[in-house]
Structure formats: C-alpha cells, structure tokens
C-alpha cells in the first residue's frame, strides 16, 4: 500500500514538474512578442500619436534592412554559428554597385552586382568554415576587416552617391507600403517556410543541436553550413539595396561594427539561440523591430551614442543568460 501511494505520489510531481517545464518553456518561446508589445505600449506614452499608421510604416521601412540582415544571422546561428561579416559584406556590395552604376551602368545590374558580391564573400566564409573546418568567430571577424578596409581604400571615406531612377524604384510605395517593408517581409515569410517546413530545415536544426550526431544521420553538414553562410551573405546584399535606397548612397559607414551588434541583438532579442537549434525568420524580424524601437527611443531622449551601445549589450547578456538558462531547464 506505501508502495503504491509512493508511486502514485512521485507520478503527480513528475507531472507537475512536467507542466512547470512546459509554462516556462512556452513562456522563453513567446517572451520576443511579449517584449515588443510592452516596448510599443511604453513608446506610445512617450511619443505623442506613437500608435499611428505613418508612424508604424516609419518605424517597419528603418527596421527593414536590419530585419533582413537578422534572418541572416538567425540561420547561421541556428546552425550554432556566427557570422560578424553581415556589416562588411553589405558595405562593400553597396560600394562596388554604386561604383558600377555611377559610371553608367545599368540600375537592375547595379542592384544584382550589389546582391553578388555580398553573397560570393558569404560562401567564401561558409567553405572556409565548413570544408577547412575554421573557426566562424574567426573567419568572419576577419572577412569584417577585410570588407570594411576595402571599402575605406576604394572610395577613401567618400559616400558614392546611386542614381534617382534606383532609390525611387526601391522607395516607391504598392497599396501605401513602401517596397522595403514588403520586401523585409516576402524574405521572412520565405525564410521562415523554408526553415520550418524543408528538409533544409529540419538539417539545419539538426546541424545546430548536434553536427557529429547529424552527420551519422546522413545530413550533408558540409553543404549546409556552407548554404547558411552563403545565405547570410545574400541577405547582407538584399539589406545593402535597402540602405543604398534609403541613404542615396553607399559609404564604408554602412559597414561600421555597431551595426554587427544590432543585428546580433536583434536575434537574440528575437529568441534565437546564440547556441544553435532554437529561432525563426519571423522572431528575428521582431527582434530588429524591438531593437529599432529601443534606438529611436534613445535618441529621441539625447541619450549618448557609448551609453546606447552599453545598454544594448546588457540587452543581448540578458537574453543570452534567459536562453542558457532554458537550456539548461529542458536538459532536466
């Protein structure tokens, strides 16, 4: 009779400890929408008339090349990688199609050679990582300094303006949205398909959980660090047409290291695992929302450029340490 009323009682609390797990679980999974709906109340009460469509479409054309830069990133770091590249290769994209359609080139090409070279140098990344089996923080710091010196020597710190026919064509607004916005969300929308209802993502969740354990599987591990890399390279191309559009310009400063720590944040704040095998495109769009948010809210308050980028590096801490620490819940 003990015997059973032990079992019986040690059957409830592994139950309760089950459905304690699947609270806290369920609450790290939807803590990025729960954070940007708390974001968009506070700014609200600071900026009068926050919570209007212009003001809405304002903030969502600034987020949109970092929302795209971040769903590059989230791949690579669902792979349990990182790439600190994104910002160099997309300045130096911009640069090179700039430079080409400034000497009479031909916008659409100018626009195609800013999408090639941005994912010829994220391929390069990805065989070096994969099949030379270097180290991504390595690989991609140094392609970082690599892109970002190139494009100071080229243009020698002098922003290369793009013809009026291309940002206009990029900046024209379908139904009242402004392409960028439309075109941040046809990228999420594909990413977010292909990395949950593909065999390419399912390999590439597989790959970030384990890659020993993948590759006795049968997933090609090689093949799919290398698409992932080459794919953040392409999204930094994608991003670069978006800020050339909306600066009228290209310069090496697209490029500077602060925006590696935005789109980093951005992924993170969005629930992607800076450990590999937990995110998706679309909370990587929501966490480059809530990061755009939090930045015009710094700098509507004067606060100074090195405190912003202190407060944005205790933001990634934090939910870097939520994620550890679901992690470390779900090993139990």
Known sequence: MNLHNSGISQLFSKQGASNTHELYLNWTRYLPYIV???????????????????????????????????????????????????????????????????????????????????????????VSISYFNMIPFVVTMAMQ????????????????????????AILKKVIGIPLPIIIMLVVALCSQFVMTKTYFGRWLY????????????????????????T????????????MTSRLYAASPQMGKDSVAMDIIASAAVGGVSTMGGVGTALNAVVGA????????????????????????????????????????????
């Open 206 to 229: 597989s790959a970030g959980t384990s890659i020993p354990t993948s590759k006795v599987s049968g997933i090609p591990t090689k093949r799919v660090v290398l698409a992932a890399y």
């Open 36 to 126: 940007l709906i708390v974001v968009f109340i506070a700014v609200s009460f600071v900026v009068p008339y926050f919570l209007t469509v212009p003001n809405i479409l304002s903030v969502l054309l600034q987020t949109s090349s970092l929302a795209v830069l971040a769903i590059g990133q989230a791949a690579v770091l669902i792979l349990g990688g990182i790439d600190l590249s994104m910002p160099g290769v997309m300045a130096l994209g911009a640069i090179f199609g700039a430079m080409y359609m400034e000497s009479g080139g031909n916008s659409v090409i100018g626009g195609l050679v800013m999408i090639l070279v941005p994912t010829t140098l994220g391929f390069i990344n990805g």
């Open 145 to 168: 300094a690599i892109t970002i010196g190139a494009a100071t020597m080229i243009t020698n710190q002098i922003s290369i303006p793009v013809s009026q026919n291309f940002c206009d």
């Open 289 to 332: 929302i809530i990061i755009t948010l939090i930045s015009n809210v710094m700098n509507m308050a004067n606060v100074s450029y090195y405190l912003t980028l202190v407060i944005k590096g205790l933001i990634i801490i934090a939910f870097v340490a939520i994620d550890a620490n679901s992690r470390r819940k779900l090993s139990r």
């Open 231 to 242: 794919f953040a390279g392409m999204m930094g191309g994608v991003a670069a047409i978006i």
